[in-house]
């Protein structure tokens, strides 16, 4: 399995009204200071309908700013649409909202 396939597999894991940092994916995927590939593999993301990548988010909480499937405000459509709840600063809280390792 390649290193994409890995990162896609733990990606599709996330379930709706859940999020997980681009580090957590890495971590999970095998390898934590892959953060940055997992950015890489998810604007690559070959099929968002199965590979729901808009459930991550960065270390802050925060969407994407270039959410390659529509744009920001795309993903955070589709996270509210699953229940998430946004700050008033635009971040989700992470404890009430992130996968447990």
């Known amino acids: 399995m390649n290193t994409f396939e890995k990162i896609y597999r733990v990606v599709r894991s996330i379930p709706p009204g859940k999020v ?19 950015g890489y593999a998810l604007h690559n993301n070959p099929d968002p309908v199965t590979i729901p990548c808009h459930r991550v988010v960065s270390r802050e909480g925060k969407t994407a700013k270039n ?11 589709l996270l509210e649409s699953e229940g998430i709840v946004f700050e008033t600063d635009g971040s989700i809280d992470l404890i ?3 996968i447990k390792l």
């Open 20 to 38: 997980a940092t681009y580090g957590q994916v890495a971590f999970l995927a095998g390898n934590p200071r892959w953060a940055r590939v997992v």
């Open 67 to 77: 959410y390659v499937f529509g744009g920001e405000e795309k993903q955070r459509q």
């Open 96 to 98: 009430k909202y992130c």
